[in-house]
T-cell receptor, first 112, second 114 residues
Framework: SQELEQSPQSLIVQEGKNLTINCTSSKTLYGLYWYKQKYGEGLIFLMMLQKGGEEKSHEKITAKLDEKKQQSSLHITASQPSHAGIYLCGADRSNTGNQFYFGTGTSLTVIP | NAGVTQTPKFRILKIGQSMTLQCTQDMNHNYMYWYRQDPGMGLKLIYYSVGAGITDKGEVPNGYNVSRSTTEDFPLRLELAAPSQTSVYFC?????????????FGPGTRLTVL
């Protein structure tokens, strides 16, 4: 079974639409990270959440960690073609950096 | 700073051949990681290192070896390549490796074993 479940697996939206990607863990997380990967490239850090209920925003991307620290959502407002790529959530289950897991990823396509 | 660099970018191996994937970071980070990414499977941790001279297994270490003789370099060795090792390999580093520490990723090495 996958440590981190992401949904949906893929998403196709029209430019300008809002969208949400979810990341769920069966265990409490010490840190939840969101990364973006452009096709064929490495991962780019978006943001990190640590505290239950924490919410962070960067430009048109907002991420939130629920109170129990077992689920996070990534919301994109007014999507643009530049938002296209694979979004991965990652989590540290140990707070020591040596038990880091990633979700399976959500592939986002934005149609102009 | 170049960040995390990986070589080669692409490689095709025959079954049974060996090779070393190179990873170098110039940020003086203590923690370094090797991941493999298979289609639809996310990233899985192969090995990690908390500092020069110290390495440990991750989730999928079988068929791989690593060494960490310097802070900057963390090479990944495949001794007897198998088709199951066809994947994209990413190296990453972080300053402290603790919760709340961002990982910086290299551009990846695409390996095919035929």
């Amino acid at each position: 079974s996958q440590e981190l479940e992401q949904s949906p697996q893929s998403l196709i939206v029209q430019e300008g639409k809002n969208l949400t990607i979810n990341c769920t863990s069966s265990k409490t997380l010490y840190g939840l990270y969101w990364y973006k990967q452009k096709y064929g490239e490495g991962l780019i850090f978006l943001m990190m959440l640590q505290k239950g209920g924490e919410e962070k925003s960067h430009e048109k991307i907002t991420a939130k960690l629920d109170e129990k620290k077992q689920q996070s959502s990534l919301h994109i407002t007014a999507s643009q073609p530049s938002h296209a790529g694979i979004y991965l959530c990652g989590a540290d289950r140990s707070n020591t950096g040596n038990q880091f897991y990633f979700g399976t990823g959500t592939s986002l396509t934005v149609i102009p | 700073n170049a960040g995390v660099t990986q070589t080669p970018k692409f490689r095709i191996l025959k079954i049974g051949q060996s090779m070393t994937l190179q990873c170098t970071q110039d940020m003086n980070h203590n923690y370094m990681y090797w991941y493999r990414q298979d289609p639809g499977m996310g990233l899985k941790l192969i090995y990690y290192s908390v500092g020069a001279g110290i390495t440990d297994k991750g989730e999928v270490p079988n068929g791989y070896n690593v060494s960490r003789s310097t802070t900057e370099d963390f090479p990944l060795r495949l001794e007897l390549a198998a088709p199951s090792q066809t994947s994209v390999y990413f190296c990453a580093s972080s300053p402290r490796g603790q919760g709340g520490d961002e990982q910086f990723f290299g551009p990846g090495t695409r390996l095919t074993v035929l």
